[in-house]
């Protein structure tokens, strides 16, 4: 909705924020692709869509594509950004499968299958493995500064999470976060299922998590 984006870029310009992700777009932001620019391109230059990922960007954006995980569960964004004239640094952003743990809660929850339940979120996490093995396997690959960042569906230290850090990745928050770090305002705001890893071309300085109730996500 329009009042959800103003108050983004709102944030975004309170904060001083450089580069803004954000997934599920076509899903959750109700506005024509005019509408929702129209909002942040008085500070924001440089605004991507890619299907359901967007990149909200003060720097130039020279490169977005849409790239298939291996087992082409899904895909992710490759994304380049322009910080200078010799400095650009690639952004995976990725949302990897859900747990399904969603699809079965509420009114409906007895009326559902428990053993359906249970395969949904078995079958999700090989995938969703699967996705992270694509991650770590083409961030290897990138020889120059590199940020992966997104939705992951999984806790710190859970397999998935474990496969991407493989790549030589370091957490933000494990290196400069502070706090319980929680992500996800589901469940007793008790997980921190949202990640921005980085290799060893970068350093992270600081790390915080922004809690301003536009999403079922802390920023």
């Known amino acids: ?6 108050r983004l870029a709102s944030i975004m310009k309170e904060y001083d924020i450089d580069v803004v ?24 230059s440089y605004i991507s869509i ?23 569960s899904d895909s992710f964004s490759d994304m380049e950004i322009l910080l200078s004239d010799s400095q650009r640094v690639r952004i995976f952003a990725a949302h990897l499968i859900t747990t399904g743990v969603n699809n079965f809660r509420g009114a409906d929850q007895e009326a559902v299958s428990s053993i359906g339940s249970i395969r949904t979120f078995i079958s999700n996490t090989g995938i969703r493995n699967n996705q992270a ?3 770590s396997r083409r961030a290897s690959e990138v020889q120059s500064a590199l940020v992966i960042a997104g939705d992951f569906n999984c806790i710190p230290y859970a397999t998935a999470y474990r496969k991407i850090t493989r790549a030589g990745l370091k957490d933000c928050f494990m290196v400069q976060g502070h706090g319980k770090g929680s992500t996800y305002r589901n469940l007793k705001d008790l997980f921190r299922i949202d990640f921005i890893f980085y290799n060893r071309h970068l350093e992270c300085t600081d790390c915080r998590i922004v809690d301003e ?6 920023m």
Request: charged share 25%; with cysteine.
């Open 1 to 6: 909705p329009a009042y959800t984006s103003a």
């Open 133 to 135: 093995v694509s991650l």
């Open 21 to 44: 992700l954000l997934q599920e777009y076509r899903a959750h932001w109700k506005l024509n692709e005019y509408e929702f620019i129209s909002i942040f391109s008085s500070d924001y």
């Open 50 to 72: 890619q299907d359901e990922c967007v990149c909200i960007s003060k720097y130039p954006v020279v490169a977005h594509k849409r790239v298939k995980y291996d087992d082409l």
């Open 213 to 218: 109730g536009i999403s079922d996500h802390k």
